[in-house]
């Protein structure tokens, strides 16, 4: 089968990728539709260590061709949306409903997947980016079926992720202020998590001029091409500022940026060695630095919800979805990642 496989040098689209079948707790999904998220990219470049061979993809959609005993939630021909954690499910932490935090779920990578004989690793124990993959029950979501699956995927990480930040971690409440610095994929959803939440001014910042209708579409109030001007819309700072890009600069800029009590949510992923600082005698004024993984979500729940709210006319997915290609097209759709020319880069099988 076909599948995006990186080796540690090169990414190559190959035809030769083999899975097994599922075990106990274990559900196989034919991917219909996967996003190109900037972590995928960033196993490429380094930015996140990760073993290899390895077949890419994390964000995906399909339909259930099998399941393995145990699993009642999901059967053969439904439409799921695919999660990142795999998470135990007994641990405190996810008795706590932290599934983020269930140390099962993170840095043990699986490898479900052969190519010559030889095991291959499976990125975020999900590898989207293969026309059938093998995932644990709790990672597979089941959907609506007639919500679209090139949108549906971009459910499992960059809405989780954004939207998630700020309804879970940042808790966003009526009347707030928000500044967005980065309206990739990631920032898009957190502006529409705050509008969706009630936000009274949401603030987005981005270097490319030509983000700002996109920005304004799920939601901004406000676009600035620098965070020179925040303080002239929010003259006593922001009661939220999300960073969303990853560079350190930027950090410092979301904390020096807000007001008494305003909290900093850390959505960008930097080189794993970065080091930002801050003036400490600003956290004095009840300020806050958050980290933020996977938007702090409980998959089985939130992706239910913001379906709904698809549904509803409040969520917008479609509009995120600026690019569709065949998966032979991975480096063009790569190219217009990295470059900035989509929201959202889906990968089609």
Do not use: W
């Not at 990142?84 to 932490?93: F, I, K, P, R, S």
């Not at 920005?215 to 620098?226: K, N, P, Y």
């Not at 930097?270 to 956290?283: D, G, H, R």
């Not at 479609?318 to 900035?340: H, Q």
């Amino acid at each position: 089968m076909r599948g995006v496989l990186f080796d540690g040098k090169q990414v190559q689209v190959v035809d030769d990728l083999e899975v097994r079948d599922p075990g106990p707790a274990e559900v196989l999904v034919a991917i219909a539709a996967a996003g190109l998220c900037h972590s995928d990219l960033s196993v490429v470049d380094g930015t996140i260590p990760f073993p290899v061979p390895v077949v890419l993809g994390h964000e995906g959609a399909g339909v259930v061709e099998a399941v393995g005993a145990g699993v009642t939630h999901v059967s053969p021909g439904d439409h799921v949306a695919l999660s990142t954690l795999a998470n135990c499910g007994t641990c405190a932490e996810c008795d706590r409903g932290r599934p983020t935090m269930c140390r099962q779920a993170i840095g043990r990578p699986g490898r479900p997947f052969s190519r010559a004989g030889r095991p291959v690793h499976q990125f975020a124990s999900n590898s989207a980016f293969a026309e059938r993959t093998v995932v644990k029950a709790v990672q597979a979501v089941r959907i609506p079926k007639d919500i679209p699956l090139p949108s549906a995927a971009l459910m499992g990480c960059g809405v989780l992720t954004g939207v998630g930040a700020v309804l879970n971690r940042a808790r966003v409440d009526r009347g707030d202020t928000v500044l967005v610095i980065g309206t990739g994929g990631i920032g898009l959803n957190v502006i529409q998590g705050a509008r969706i939440a009630g936000a009274l001014r949401i603030v987005a910042v981005d270097a490319n001029p030509a983000k700002e209708e996109v920005a304004r579409q799920f939601g901004a109030t406000d676009f600035l091409s620098s965070t020179e001007g925040v303080k002239e819309i929010l003259p006593n700072g922001a009661d939220h500022a999300f960073e969303c890009v990853g560079r350190v600069e930027l950090i410092r800029q979301a904390i020096d940026l807000l007001d008494r009590h305003g909290q900093a949510v850390l959505l960008g992923v930097p080189p794993a060695t970065a080091e930002a600082s801050f003036l400490v005698s600003a956290m004095y004024l009840d300020k806050s630095i958050l980290g933020c993984r996977y938007g702090s979500s409980r998959p089985q729940r939130d992706i239910a919800l913001y379906a709904e709210l698809y549904r509803q006319g409040r969520l917008l997915l479609d509009e995120l979805v600026t690019g569709t290609y065949p998966v032979e097209d991975f480096e063009k759709a790569r190219a217009d990642a990295e470059a900035g020319r989509v929201a959202r880069g889906v990968l089609t099988f």
